[in-house]
């Protein structure tokens, strides 16, 4: 534990020191400067401060003041020395953030079990505040590896759906990566761009309850096959909804909407402009352009400037305006993310 003693005269400072040495503080330092002192205080980490009243330059209590508008001092101990006739200067430097005073000329016994109580003191917030940062750690582990878990429950959903669809796992990776920059383009907050990330693999999660001949039939779909298809994203809904997570809710709202369109002609529920969450208006564009340029065992894959001006000319119509802009800004970009993660040949034609 560490002392800071304040006084201008030499003959006091020593008294003091060897006072509160011998109340068990040994690392004690003084100063006869109190503008060197707060100097001091600003580097170092005193657990207690005693601080003479009279002094040139600043007084006592500026020092109280002083000290208390520093950060690592609004709990530290701090005690005025004053004289028996400054009971006003006692009042004053309790208002001031004092946590104790004595007397001139002081008392052997009283400066010891003063010390001494105030250490026990100090010593106690130590142990709380360290017992608050332990806890707060413990806090952010848990909530960590909370989110960890969130991250792989989603990932795990998003595969199973990738075993039943003709879809890759590339695709659904590349739909996640597009969102985020679609968000990010669009001003969304950073927590917002993380979100949609994460959730927008599970957009066709639903698809587990579609029937294999139908998701992976190399022909058109009958209009009785694209009814059924279709289900998919009340499906998907209703397998992610009713969560207490803020990402699994979300991946919710993105299975169910991502095949909603701007002007209404979209399912499940037919729902126009921004009544569409934006999440699931940001999804249709990144899922659509992807089915665009990739080839699936019913079609051929698009060439990208084509898939481009699908999504211009149906801007306004089909898709929200705002994230067609966004995409044509991150156009580039987006590509990349095409070359970085191709689909497995194998897969893609199968």
Request: proline fraction near 5%.
């Amino acid at each position: 534990m560490k002392a800071l003693l304040i006084d201008d005269n030499p003959t006091n400072l020593f008294m003091l020191s060897k006072l509160v040495q011998n109340a068990g503080i040994a690392d004690v330092v003084s100063f006869r400067d109190p503008v060197a002192a707060l100097a001091e205080a600003k580097v170092v980490q005193f657990d207690m401060v005693l601080c003479d009243y009279m002094m040139p330059g600043l007084d006592g209590l500026q020092v109280v003041r002083a000290l208390r508008a520093l950060t690592d001092y609004a709990d530290v101990p701090i005690v005025m020395v004053t004289t028996v006739d400054q009971k006003q200067v006692c009042y004053d430097a309790l208002e001031a953030g004092a946590t104790d005073f004595l007397t001139k000329p002081v008392d052997m016994a009283e400066v010891k079990a003063r010390v001494r109580n105030l250490a026990a003191l100090r010593d106690m917030q130590n142990k709380l505040r360290d017992k608050a940062d332990w806890l707060s750690a413990e806090v952010r582990k848990a909530t960590h590896e909370m989110v960890l878990l969130e991250e792989e429950i989603i990932l795990r959903l998003a595969r199973a759906s990738e075993y039943r669809d003709s879809d890759t796992g590339a695709h659904v990776v590349r739909v996640a990566r597009t969102c985020r920059e679609l968000a990010e383009e669009m001003g969304m907050t950073a927590q917002f761009c993380r979100d949609i990330y994460l959730a927008a693999p599970m957009h066709d999660v639903g698809k587990i309850g579609v029937p294999d001949c139908i998701l992976r039939k190399p022909g058109p779909l009958t209009a009785e096959e694209r009814a059924q298809m279709e289900t998919h994203a009340s499906v998907g809904a209703a397998i992610l909804s009713g969560s207490e997570s803020r990402l699994i809710r979300l991946a919710a709202e993105i299975a169910e909407t991502h095949h909603e369109r701007w002007n209404g002609s979209g399912y499940p529920r037919g729902l126009s402009g921004t009544t569409i969450p934006v999440s699931g208006r940001i999804a249709a564009v990144a899922d659509v352009f992807d089915a665009l340029v990739c080839a699936r065992p019913y079609k051929d894959a698009w060439p990208v400037p084509r898939a481009v001006a699908f999504l211009k000319e149906n801007s306004g119509t089909l898709f929200d305006p705002k994230v067609v802009a966004a995409f044509e800004a991150r156009l580039l970009r987006i590509m990349r993310i095409l070359e970085e993660q191709p689909d497995d040949d194998a897969t893609a034609a199968a």
